[in-house]
């Protein structure tokens, strides 16, 4: 757990003055910009816990990052995760199984080079997917074949809605 979440110091705040600020203040957060070395972003990833199992393209947020990554001319996917244990929302344990697993959708024409349409991945098969698509080897100090590779059976897909957004992206 970093420091700012163990003493409670995150933008939540901040976000909830900015939206008193007025109607005009357009704002949206990205998730994850993945860089190379050289500081040139490589990859954008907007995550969703499990439990956010619709998503309407059609909504300001992706719109917005739709455009960002046009821009910076980047994949862009949208990465739900599962990871079991317990749900930090209902203090229950997820009903997601026993292994941590992704749900990977390519939101742009430059992430459709590396993955055609919407699929499941093992914790172990996302990392790899991450280092090819940034063109780096895994660094030696980790142990990839310590990740999870395991898939939960009767996986379901998202609901994700008005793909029709992406078409131009």
Not at 96 to 123: A, D, I, Q, R, W
Request: proline share 4%; net charge neutral; charged share 25%.
């Amino acid at each position: 757990m970093t420091i700012e979440k163990l003493l409670n110091f995150t933008n939540e705040e901040y976000n909830d003055n900015h939206r008193k600020w007025g109607a005009k203040l357009y704002a949206t957060d990205v998730d994850m910009i993945e860089y190379d070395q050289n500081c040139e972003p490589q990859i954008m990833v907007e995550t969703k816990h499990g439990f956010h199992y619709k998503t309407d393209l059609n909504n300001f947020q992706i719109k917005c990052q739709l455009k960002i990554a046009k821009k910076l001319n980047i994949p862009y996917f949208l990465v739900y995760y599962f990871f079991p244990g317990l749900n930090r929302f209902n203090n229950k344990v997820d009903e997601f199984g026993l292994y941590k697993y992704f749900y990977v959708y390519p939101m742009n024409s430059n992430s459709k080079v590396y993955l055609n349409k919407g699929c499941h991945m093992t914790e172990k098969e996302y990392v790899s997917f991450l280092y090819k698509i940034k063109n780096e080897s895994i660094p030696s100090d980790l142990n990839i074949d310590k990740l999870d590779d395991h898939l939960n059976n009767n996986l379901d897909e998202p609901l994700i809605l008005n793909k029709k957004i992406l078409k131009g992206y």
